[in-house]
């Protein structure tokens, strides 16, 4: 059974720092490039960070530029987001994904999220 349970999430306020954590289960993890959304209330689903199989490339949405970082770790099955000097506009449910394209078509997991809360 395939699972992708997130955790961390939380309160917080300005200018504070949360990491995010993903543990996955049930398929081949390092096998995937893993993936943070995040939606808002009212606002459409945004890639915030992206990490390739072998962790040798990210990708950064430029709206966390500087203030997120992605990692994994393949030995624990676990992906990470570190959050740090967060905004008001940082708000939103947070969302760990797995995606792999395959001779067949991409494949996609996805968590049910933990809600990141920025305010004082």
């Known amino acids: 059974q395939v699972q992708l349970v997130e955790s961390g999430g939380g309160l917080v306020q300005p200018g504070g720092s949360l990491t995010l954590s993903c543990a996955a289960s049930?398929?081949?993890?390092?096998?995937?490039?893993m993936r943070w959304y995040r939606q808002a209330p009212g606002k459409e689903r945004e890639l915030v960070a992206g990490?390739?199989?072998?962790?040798?490339?990210?990708q950064i949405s430029d709206s966390v530029k500087g203030r997120f970082t992605i990692s994994r770790d393949n030995s624990k099955n676990t992906v990470y987001l570190q959050m740090n000097s967060l905004k008001h506009e940082d708000t939103a449910l947070y969302f760990c994904?797995?995606?792999?394209?395959?001779?067949?078509?991409?494949?996609?997991?996805w968590g049910q999220g933990t809600q990141v809360t920025v305010s004082s």
């Open positions: 994904n797995a995606h792999r394209v395959t001779w067949s078509g991409p494949f996609d997991y």
């Open positions: 990490i390739t199989t072998d962790d040798a490339n990210t």
């Open positions: 049930g398929f081949i993890f390092s096998s995937y490039d």
